[in-house]
């Protein structure tokens, strides 16, 4: 029997107040607000201060509420509603990646323990119903491999990067004015916010589950002019991609980084704030999914379609999990960077496998090589903002 939805919404910023309207449009969704939690008493809201509450155990303690939305922008103060909750055995709806990201392990616990169910399609390229794919559709196919654009304040900035031809700070700003990047943009712009997209796709793609904090994230900050002068003379674009393959069985490669795209890919063609992911299955062979990756309709509209799915007792089985496949994660594959620094003589050779360019001059130093990720690991050029790395492609 399908559910009546009584919802707490905790914030109603952009996304909160996003689903606020779209749930005025979806009048066959048994689903309706009760009360919202925010924070600053001194905002004024666009609808009564009637359903407003600052308090947040008048929505955890109220009995008649069975599921809480969290849509705040604050992750530790929402690790600690989202747990509070599940505890409470209310089923949880979040668009929330840093927090989900972090304490995958421990949302699975309270999840079994108390039987209240958490979804967070939103978390994960808003509007691209990937996580309830990962879970449903690829279920008994073997994934190969994963990966996408999945952040779209980067893409953003590198599409104007490339379109308009300016430099990476003018981009950024553009960015800002337009409300696709934060005042601090460090998350979206050092692909920490990717990293924690990834992190969960890699948990429903191949039951694989680690902290953010063990791969490696690359962003985009580094790139300047030179290295999209460099991608236009041969025919491409940088985007920034989260990966994850199979490298043999059980073993998955996972990390983000820029790439060169070129015109054959996929992705060539997802600019601006869009997002797209490539599945590469053995017996479906290839999938891309493109969507809006951010925004307060298409965020909320993946939100949306948990709450229905609540209404049919809808869960994630964690099947991979379940399956007991034993992934686990490497660091030992090869892979082809470009890496430009200023001056060559901070450029290590040794660590290349084989060089197939090589460009010395008085602005800018690079070369193109394939090198064990492992290795490149342990260069400490990851750290180091002057070396700027792209990946060329996998080996
Ligand atoms: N924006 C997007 O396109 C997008 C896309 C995908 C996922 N998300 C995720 O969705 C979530 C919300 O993002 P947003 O863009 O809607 O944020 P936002 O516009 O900055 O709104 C944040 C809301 O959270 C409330 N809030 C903050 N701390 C709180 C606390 N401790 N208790 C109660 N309320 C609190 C704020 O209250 P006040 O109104 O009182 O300030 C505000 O209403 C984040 O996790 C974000 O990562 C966003």
Redesign the pocket.
């Given at each position: 029997m399908r559910k009546n939805i009584k919802i707490g919404l905790?914030?109603?910023?952009?996304?909160?107040k996003?689903l606020y309207d779209v749930l005025l449009q979806t009048s066959g969704l048994r689903a309706e607000i009760v009360k919202i939690?925010?924070?600053?008493k001194s905002?004024k809201r666009p609808i009564d201060l009637k359903y407003f509450t600052f308090d947040?155990d008048e929505i955890l303690n109220n009995p008649e509420i069975n599921v809480i939305v969290e849509?705040?922008?604050?992750?530790d103060?929402?690790k600690e509603?989202v747990f509070s909750a599940l505890k409470k055995k209310k089923a949880v709806v979040?668009?929330?990646?840093?927090?989900v990201a972090e304490n995958l392990s421990e949302l699975l616990i309270l999840q079994n323990k108390y039987k209240s169910p958490i979804l967070y399609e939103?978390?994960v390229c808003?509007s691209i119903p990937i996580i309830r794919n990962l879970e449903e559709y690829y279920d008994n196919d073997l994934l190969k491999s994963i990966k996408g654009i999945v952040n779209?304040t980067t893409n953003y900035i590198l599409t104007k990067m490339f379109k308009e031809k300016i430099s990476f700070e003018s981009a950024l700003n553009s960015a800002q004015d337009n409300g696709f990047a934060e005042s601090d943009p460090s998350l979206d712009i050092e692909g920490l916010d990717a990293k924690y997209k990834l992190n969960i796709i890699l948990a429903h793609a191949y039951g694989l589950l680690i902290e953010p904090k063990d791969f490696i994230n690359i962003g985009i900050s580094r790139i300047n002019s030179f290295d999209s002068n460099y991608a236009n003379e041969k025919g491409c674009k940088i985007k920034l991609i989260a990966h994850s393959y199979k490298i043999d069985n059980n073993k998955i490669a996972s990390f983000v980084m820029p790439q060169f795209i070129d015109k054959e890919n996929e992705l060539y063609g997802v600019d601006n704030v869009f997002n797209g992911i490539i599945t590469e299955s053995s017996f479906a062979d290839k999938n891309v999914f493109i969507g809006k990756?951010?925004?307060?309709f298409?965020?909320a509209s993946a939100v949306l379609s948990d709450i229905s799915a609540l209404t049919y007792n809808y869960k994630y089985e964690y099947k991979k999990l379940i399956q007991n496949l034993s992934c686990t994660s490497t660091d030992n594959f090869d892979i082809e960077i470009y890496l430009r620094i200023k001056n060559s003589k901070y450029i290590d050779f040794k660590y290349f496998q084989n060089i197939t360019e090589k460009y010395e001059s008085n602005d800018a130093s690079y070369v193109v090589g394939t090198i064990n990720f492992n290795t490149l690991k342990n260069t400490g050029w990851f750290e180091n903002p002057d070396y700027s790395i792209v990946l060329k492609g996998l080996k």
């Open positions: 905790f914030g109603f910023g952009c996304v909160g996003g939690c925010c924070k600053d905002k947040k849509l705040i922008d604050d992750a103060a929402a509603i979040t668009a929330n990646k840093k927090m939103g978390a808003a779209g990756g951010a925004g307060a298409p965020t």
